[in-house]
């Protein structure tokens, strides 16, 4: 099993760009969570998928962020335009086909962002 | 809404030394609760869960955890440490009423020395 794949694993970008960071959840898994870390404010729940449906997106900062999950095995994560507060290490992470809160979660990698 | 705090931001303990790491939450009923390990660099593992019944539960890599209803407790313990624990670590809970968020806490820095 490849795991929670995330891309890229490194991003460094302007002011004002717009970011894109993908992932892709392990086969099978029918819910999905983007996190964002950062110092300052520990690991925080975006929004989460959960048969490709938003199902809780009350984490979502500000308008620049959104958030699609067009297909079981595809999600992505766009910041336009990206300020430099943005800057954190973005999480992916699945869980097993029950919605229950008992699923373990399975991370990806992350997605360090830097934004100048 | 369900919260996390682990009081201690840093530990440092020696090689073989035992280990104790602190977890108070709070919710209005028995929540799930969960201990992560996260090596630098890398994502979040899970070390072990709790959701009912014995209140001690066995997890990974030698880990072990405690649910106090009393004291609204998981603290993460290890009888002996190895280089390679070195990480931070995160307690979280889960709400029971079926949604799946998770809420984190800050997490504590682990060192080990020789």
């Known amino acids: 099993d490849a795991g929670v794949i995330q891309s890229p694993r490194h991003e460094v970008t302007e002011m004002g760009q717009e970011v894109t960071l993908r992932c892709k959840p392990i086969?099978?898994?029918?819910?999905l969570f983007w996190y964002r870390q950062t110092m300052m404010r520990g690991l925080e729940l975006l929004i989460y998928?959960?048969?490709?449906?938003?199902?809780?997106d009350s984490g979502m900062p500000e308008d620049r962020f959104s958030a699609k999950m067009p297909n079981a095995s595809f999600s992505t994560l766009k910041i336009q335009p990206s300020e430099p507060r943005d800057s954190a290490v973005y999480f992916c992470?699945?869980?097993?086909?029950?919605?229950?809160?008992?699923?373990?979660?399975?991370f990806g990698p992350g997605t360090r962002l830097l934004v100048l | 809404a369900q919260s996390v705090t682990q009081p201690d931001i840093h530990i440092t303990v020696s090689e073989g030394a035992s280990l104790e790491l602190r977890c108070n939450y709070s919710?209005?009923?028995?929540?799930?609760l969960f201990w992560y390990v996260q090596s630098p660099g890398q994502g979040l593992q899970l070390l072990l869960k709790?959701?009912?019944?014995?209140?001690l539960v066995q997890g990974i890599k030698g880990f072990e955890a405690e649910f106090k209803r009393s004291q609204s407790s998981f603290n993460l313990r290890k009888p002996s440490v190895h280089w390679s624990d070195a990480a931070e670590y995160f307690c979280a809970v889960g709400a029971t009423g079926g949604n799946e968020k998770l809420t984190f806490g800050t997490g504590t820095r682990l060192t080990i020395i020789p």
């Open positions: 998928f959960n048969n490709n449906v938003p199902i809780d």
């Open positions: 709790y959701f009912s019944g014995d209140t």
């Open positions: 992470a699945s869980s097993a086909p029950l919605l229950a809160v008992k699923e373990t979660q399975y």
């Open positions: 919710y209005g009923a028995t929540p799930y």
């Open positions: 086969s099978g898994h029918n819910s």
